[in-house]
């Protein structure tokens, strides 16, 4: 399609998904509609609005990591104006713990790939010699596969197969694939956790970097993307939500709290469960619909502690020792006021995030808070930990689908000419990670382009 084609699409869901269909659709010269039911834009990565004792504050509903392989979401905030070199903190690849813990301290050094991999297992503090050689063991095996398995299994067999032994497991891979999948070693896929090995693990140095957001999920990316889309002409309409998206000869009639808007094609990029229920009126989408029911999710916690001002962590990001049978609930730690640098505004603010947090999630949220300052004065070494000012738990009940093998997930084309779908679960050989979610949204968008093309 030229640039000048300036076909009307509708772009259902402001999430990173959506808004990743709406820039590359608006950037190609069509006129765009993006509609949002919430009133801001970015889905489960946002900033949301909490009562503390000092009034109002804006907190991320959950703490994110990227890593340096993202391209299409680097690729898309550079487009919208973002600079990340300013908007993230960038960390070696890493899996550091409390020093005062002394469980393990590994640290990529900034060599060239693979070097850089071999030289932080030689350092690692905290391993035997029998953990250093199973790593190696694994990394090369999994290097001479290409990354990839032709028969899914879960993770924890997958580790089993490669005899990781299990101060290993406990240290590195189980909070990896937590981390990564938001699903436990023993239901999750283990093919999609050897695709994340594979751009961590397994990529150039700069690939595997951590980058740590300096500011609020909102100024990283919906709000720049909000602006960049006004700026082209593109309608934003959050408070608004779709009732319905039903066939009108060659075009699509959205329905909405505002009437009735008619387009010539549209984006779903609403969560799964919502998708289904848009389209479970269309005959021809009931297999797509059977994909989206059959998702399972995780939920996802994020316990915010604020202490006096100054109070810091010795690291801006670490892992914690999880034993929720003990009461030890967190898993990695982030000093938010290391992370904001000289703006301040999160100085002494500590989030703590409970991927997989089933069990948590069902704990009082005033009794999880204090199981996790406690957890984590006992594994700093820093009893001033245990009495936060002021606490704030946030919850995604469904953050994310659950990563198991072998799991069926649906195209971005559907069986429907000018309807797409996107979102971090569309199939790809990423778990539901932003990245994920961006490249839907941008493979949903040139689907729909290439298919307009005279």
């Known amino acids: 399609m030229s640039r000048t084609d300036g076909a009307d699409v509708a772009v259902v869901g402001g999430g990173w998904a959506g808004c990743a269909a709406a820039v590359e659709l608006a950037a190609a010269g069509c006129r765009v509609t993006l509609y949002e039911a919430a009133r801001m834009l970015g889905g489960r990565a946002r900033a949301v609005e909490v009562k503390g004792p000092a009034g109002e504050r804006r907190l991320d509903n959950g703490q994110h990591i990227l890593l340096g392989a993202y391209r299409d979401s680097l690729k898309l905030l550079r487009r919208v104006g973002v600079d990340p070199r300013a908007a ?23 060599l060239p790939a693979p070097l850089h991999v071999l030289a932080a297992l030689l350092g690692a503090k905290g391993l035997e010699r029998e953990d250093k050689l199973a790593l190696a063991r694994f990394s090369t095996s999994a290097r001479w596969m290409g990354w990839q398995l032709h028969a899914d299994c879960s993770v924890a067999e997958l580790l089993e197969r490669f005899d990781q032994t299990p101060r290993l497991q406990r240290l590195l891979w189980a909070p990896l694939c937590i981390a990564a999948l938001n699903t436990p070693p023993e239901r999750a896929s283990a093919r999609v956790f050897l ?87 269309l005959p021809p989408l009931a297999q797509t619909c059977a994909q989206l029911d059959a998702f399972d999710y995780e939920p996802i916690s994020t316990v915010y502690l604020q202490y006096e001002p100054g109070t810091r962590l010795p690291l801006p990001f670490c892992a914690l020792l999880d034993a929720p049978d003990q009461g030890l609930w967190g898993q990695f730690a ?12 999160q100085d002494g603010l500590l989030a703590i995030v409970v991927s997989a947090a089933g069990d948590a999630a069902a704990q009082p949220q005033e009794a999880l808070a204090c199981a996790v300052a406690k957890q984590l004065a006992d594994a700093f070494a820093m009893p001033v930990l245990a009495a936060p000012r002021w606490t704030q738990v946030i919850t995604e009940k469904r953050a994310t689908f659950a990563c198991t093998p072998g799991l069926a997930r649906p195209a971005n084309a559907t069986a429907l000419p000018g309807l797409f779908l996107a979102g971090d679960y569309t199939a790809s050989d990423y778990p539901a990670t932003l990245e994920a979610a961006v490249r839907s949204g941008v493979q949903a968008a040139q689907a729909l382009l290439k298919g307009r093309k005279p």
């Open 334 to 345: 982030f000093d938010r006021g290391q992370l904001d640098g000289d703006r301040g505004e």
């Open 88 to 110: 993230f903190l960038r960390l070696p690849l890493q899996m550091r713990y409390p020093p005062a813990a002394r469980l393990m301290d590994f640290a990529a050094p900034r």
């Open 195 to 281: 695709a994340v090995l594979r751009d961590s693990l397994g990529a150039k140095r700069a690939a595997s970097d951590m980058l740590l957001p300096r500011v609020l999920l909102d100024a990283l990316f919906p709000e720049a993307a909000r602006a960049w889309l006004e700026r082209r002409g593109a309608r934003v309409l959050t408070g608004t939500r779709v009732s319905s998206v039903v066939p009108d000869g060659a075009r699509w009639r959205v329905g909405n709290d505002a009437g009735c808007l008619v387009h010539d094609a549209v984006v779903v990029a609403a969560p799964p469960w919502q998708a289904a229920s848009l389209l479970r009126a």
